[in-house]
């Protein structure tokens, strides 16, 4: 979705015309220029300028039909927010003042994606909107005219995207600016959308690294890649048992930004990068199970925040690192009851070959640990189902061994909307995943899943790193369309991960 801000209203001859009009409406509040009959029409249908509400109507303008929306932001969003009011209820209050933008900006794009309409004018004149409301609307605009189309064949017209194009007039002078940055944080969800949507024939690890190397060059990112030879030299027993049984060769992919102070250690970010879980010799149902193309929700989550902040010329030093691979069953498949030595020289007996996320997930703390000793340590995974049966598909979950990193990135996701919901930790669930023949085994049985997952990867953190790890199997896919998401790939954990490089990073350069 392009995005332009005018200075004035296009006139007759000064390029494509725009036929598609739409105001803001705070309330009951319509624009003052509006004509009558359009002002009859909104009383007639209702209209009371809810979050996401919409109005059309068309009236003759300039000798031609002209195409206008109304549509709503609430009562309270044009006399501002935050107004005697303690620093966190101002917040909250910020909160879901952004989030109602978007919703809006949203709606708009969500109704007319593919009227047929190629341009949009977004008239905020008058509308007593600051630059960052100007943004939300935008963001949520061009976060829901997302929609994977390229394997679309048999579309009919009416079906087809045809809205490219917003122009915004009326926008106070800052917005244009805060739009760049914005728009960089809507590149890096999209990225991440476009790698959770593809298919596993066309995503793997091989070519998850050749399209990250194409879409990153020229950001300023440095990349690192190490194939299955050097992983084997270095002795990632734990990953390279995992993709043992797949003809697709793994892949570790590193991703350096160093836009924070010289010599500053690094914060990782760690993606799961399973591109295809078929459960190994502990098969999936057959159900389903097509789903597990998206397994590497996490990877993709890293791989789109480090687009993003590259982008957006972020202030901080930042590695993502993706530890990239497919789970398959074929006859040098790694078997349930094996053994494997992990790169921090741990054994693990596999119980179950499904649980395979943390077997990646391992290794890979230990090579960031070592080459990076990062300041701390997030990872993101599609790790459990239960996360699933624990909190739907509402919340990741978090887990941490580090009260104000916990607390950082819980505000992050509520500032972002790409929510955390923290669970607890320690050695009662601890004991739960020792193995009588090697020091750990891979799971801890039917109750408390996700916590002794979490457990799991907390034996291969160093002492005095703060780490904390982010389930996000119920958040990364979605069934139905959300607020700024269609069905299909949400792009969760970019806009979080950006909110707390921002909030915390960034604010302490």
């Given at each position: 979705m392009q995005i332009e801000f005018l200075d004035a209203a296009p006139?007759?001859?000064?390029?494509?015309?725009?036929?598609?009009?739409?105001?803001?409406?705070?309330?009951?509040?319509?624009?003052?220029?509006?004509?009558?009959?359009?002002?009859?029409?909104a009383a007639a249908a209702r209209f009371a300028g809810k979050p996401g509400q919409i109005f059309e109507g068309f009236v003759e303008r300039s000798g031609g039909l002209a195409r206008v929306v109304l549509v709503g932001i609430g009562a309270g969003i044009g006399a501002g927010i935050g107004a005697g009011v303690g620093k966190a209820d101002a917040e909250a209050d910020g909160f879901a003042r952004r989030q109602t933008l978007e919703k809006a900006g949203a709606a708009l794009v969500a109704r007319y994606r593919t009227s047929g309409e190629e341009a949009l004018l977004l008239d905020l004149s008058g509308g007593g909107l600051s630059a960052a409301d100007v943004v939300a609307v935008l963001l949520g605009a061009r976060l829901r005219g997302w929609r994977q189309d390229g394997y679309r064949t048999t579309l009919k017209d009416e079906q087809k995207?045809?809205?490219?194009?917003?122009?915004?007039?009326?926008?106070?002078?800052?917005?244009?600016?805060?739009?760049?940055?914005?728009?960089?944080?809507?590149?890096?969800?999209?990225?991440?959308?476009?790698?959770?949507?593809?298919?596993?024939?066309?995503?793997?690890?091989?070519?998850?690294?050749?399209?990250?190397?194409?879409?990153?060059?020229?950001?300023?990112?440095?990349?690192?890649?190490?194939?299955?030879?050097?992983?084997?030299a270095l002795g990632m027993g734990a990953l390279l048992g995992v993709s043992q049984g797949s003809a697709r060769e793994p892949r570790l992919l590193a991703m350096v930004w160093n836009g924070g102070k010289?010599?500053?250690?690094?914060?990782?970010?760690?993606?799961?990068?399973?591109?295809?879980?078929?459960?190994?010799?502990?098969?999936?149902?057959?159900?389903?199970?097509?789903?597990?193309?998206?397994?590497?929700?996490?990877?993709?989550?890293?791989?789109?925040?480090m687009l993003a902040l590259a982008r957006r010329g972020a202030k901080a030093n930042v590695v993502g690192?993706?530890?990239?691979?497919?789970?398959?069953?074929?006859?040098?498949?790694?078997?349930?009851?094996?053994?494997?030595?992990?790169?921090?020289?741990?054994?693990?007996?596999?119980?179950?070959?499904?649980?395979?996320?943390?077997?990646v997930l391992c290794d890979v703390l230990t090579w960031a640990q070592?080459?990076?000793?990062?300041?701390?340590?997030?990872?993101?995974?599609?790790?459990?189902?239960?996360?699933?049966?624990?909190?739907?598909?509402?919340?990741?979950?978090?887990?941490?061994?580090?009260?104000?990193?916990?607390?950082a990135l819980t505000k992050a996701g509520k500032a972002s909307g790409d929510e955390l919901w923290r669970f607890p930790m320690?050695?009662?669930?601890?004991?739960?995943?020792?193995?009588?023949?090697?020091?750990?085994?891979?799971?801890?049985?039917?109750?408390?899943?996700s916590i002794t997952a979490a457990q799991f990867l907390a034996r291969f953190i160093d002492k005095g790193t703060p780490w904390a790890h982010l389930d996000i199997a119920g958040t990364v896919w979605a069934d139905k369309p959300g607020a700024t998401w269609d069905k299909g790939a949400t792009g969760f954990g970019v806009r979080l991960l950006d909110a707390y490089v921002r909030d915390v990073l960034e604010a302490a350069g």
């Open positions: 006139t007759s001859g000064s390029g494509p015309a725009i036929r598609l009009t739409a105001h803001l409406c705070a309330g009951d509040s319509l624009p003052p220029s509006l004509e009558p009959v359009l002002a009859q029409g995207r045809s809205l490219t194009r917003i122009a915004v007039l009326g926008a106070p002078g800052e917005a244009q600016a805060a739009w760049g940055d914005a728009s960089a944080l809507a590149e890096g969800v999209e990225f991440t959308r476009e790698l959770v949507t593809e298919p596993a024939n066309v995503l793997y690890p091989e070519s998850f690294v050749a399209r990250c190397q194409r879409r990153l060059a020229g950001t300023g990112l440095e990349l690192t890649v190490l194939g299955k030879a050097e992983m084997t010289k010599g500053d250690k690094p914060t990782a970010f760690i993606g799961k990068g399973v591109t295809f879980d078929s459960g190994g010799i502990s098969l999936k149902p057959p159900g389903g199970m097509e789903d597990m193309k998206w397994d590497m929700g996490g990877a993709g989550a890293v791989a789109g925040t690192i993706c530890g990239l691979v497919e789970n398959m069953p074929d006859g040098l498949a790694q078997r349930p009851g094996d053994v494997v030595t992990s790169l921090s020289g741990q054994t693990i007996e596999v119980i179950n070959t499904d649980a395979e996320g943390r077997l070592r080459e990076f000793k990062p300041a701390a340590i997030v990872d993101l995974a599609t790790l459990t189902g239960a996360i699933i049966a624990a909190l739907a598909h509402e919340y990741a979950g978090l887990f941490t061994n580090d009260d104000a990193l916990g607390d320690g050695p009662v669930y601890d004991k739960m995943i020792d193995s009588p023949i090697a020091d750990m085994k891979n799971t801890g049985g039917r109750f408390g899943g």
